[in-house]
């Protein structure tokens, strides 16, 4: 086992959007981000990662952390040195920091969180812990289970092709260029503008193109998901067009706590790398859930879901191999030689 270094991107804004006053979702606070933040150094720590390489934001998450541990943690924990701007260029300049210098990634937040560090088309394998509002793409998981399964894959005690995969993502392409990108869904709006982004009206929304679906999903993936289940290993999508004089008739949570009825228009397969037509212009498309792209009428623009996603770290399965492989036991050891 070689030294590793973790990159850990907390973003204190997820979990805050308009949806916790529309909806009935329930909050977790910077405070409590602290908590999953000192987890997850007392856990890296004793498995032996050499060293944390932490994004500053504006709340101080991963100071917080550190003043509660109970002491100075041996761990070398470095601050990017950057300007702190409190919105989304935070995460992507962290994470574009943190190319060739970290093993893998820690991101503390929600879909829109990772969908930033997967803009940066960083390589390393992600453990995403949830924190947001209507997550898909991230674990809801103990801090420290997701710290100690990051652990081994950094440390090379499994091999990234035995317990990590290639996530999917739905690709907007506009005069034939790539616009952005969404890890979980892209929906067409007839709002007029960003504004507070999130999308919870169902008179507003057109069309919904997603790569994760199922309806046990929240979330506007959870209207495809009606129609079928599609996970991170099926090569698939869905594609469904709302429409006001459509026949079939579907409710689903598009937020926690709230249902919403929507008639179907149109559903349909996609395949890996097949275009769809976008046919709502002018419009506003949300990327997992946020409002973020503006179609102006005589664009030519396209959906298109493929295999470059986030490279994601599936924690049972490195926790099984690790186990197997006796590392528990080695830790076990190494401590009691240290303390003897």
């Known amino acids: 086992m070689g030294k590793a270094v973790i990159g850990l991107i907390a973003n204190p804004a997820s979990g805050r959007d308009i949806r916790r006053l529309v909806a009935h979702a329930s909050v977790i ?10 987890r997850i150094i007392i856990t ?80 390393v394998p992600v453990m995403p812990i949830s924190t947001g509002t209507n997550n898909v793409f991230p674990y809801m998981i103990e801090a420290t289970i997701a710290a100690a399964a990051t652990a081994v894959i950094a440390l090379g005690v499994v091999p990234l092709e035995e317990a990590t995969f290639k996530s999917k993502r739905v690709e907007i392409w506009r005069n034939g260029e790539l616009s952005d990108i969404a890890l979980v869904d892209a929906a067409t709006t007839v709002h ?31 209207l495809p998901g009606v129609y079928r289940t599609i996970t991170h290993e099926i090569d698939e999508g869905m594609y469904i067009r709302i429409s006001p004089t459509g026949k079939e008739k579907v409710s689903v949570p598009i937020a926690p706590g709230l249902f919403r009825s929507f008639n179907i228009g149109e559903h349909r397969l996609l395949k890996i790398g097949e275009h769809v037509e976008i046919k709502t212009k002018p419009s506003i498309i949300a990327l997992d859930g946020e409002r973020t792209l503006e179609i102006h009428k005589g664009d030519d623009v396209t959906a298109v879901i493929t295999r470059k996603g986030l490279r994601v770290i599936d924690y049972k399965k490195a926790l099984i191999l690790a186990s197997k492989r006796g590392f528990f036991e080695y830790i076990a050891l190494k401590k009691a030689l240290q303390n003897s």
């Open 29 to 38: 606070d910077n405070v409590e981000k602290a908590n999953i933040v000192k």
């Open 44 to 123: 890296l720590e004793a498995l032996g990662v050499s060293k944390i390489i932490v994004m500053p934001e504006t709340f101080g998450i991963t100071e917080r952390a550190i003043s509660m541990l109970p002491k100075k943690p041996s761990i070398d924990i470095e601050f990017i040195n950057m300007r702190v701007r409190g919105d989304w260029l935070d995460t992507y300049y962290a994470a574009n920091y943190m190319k060739g210098k970290v093993n893998a990634i820690i991101s503390i937040g929600g879909d829109g969180t990772n969908r930033v560090i997967a803009k940066t088309d960083i390589e």
């Open 192 to 222: 007029q503008f960003i504004g507070s982004r999130a999308v919870w009206k169902p008179e507003f929304i057109r069309e919904v193109v997603s790569c994760l679906c199922a309806p046990y999903n929240i979330g506007l993936s959870s």
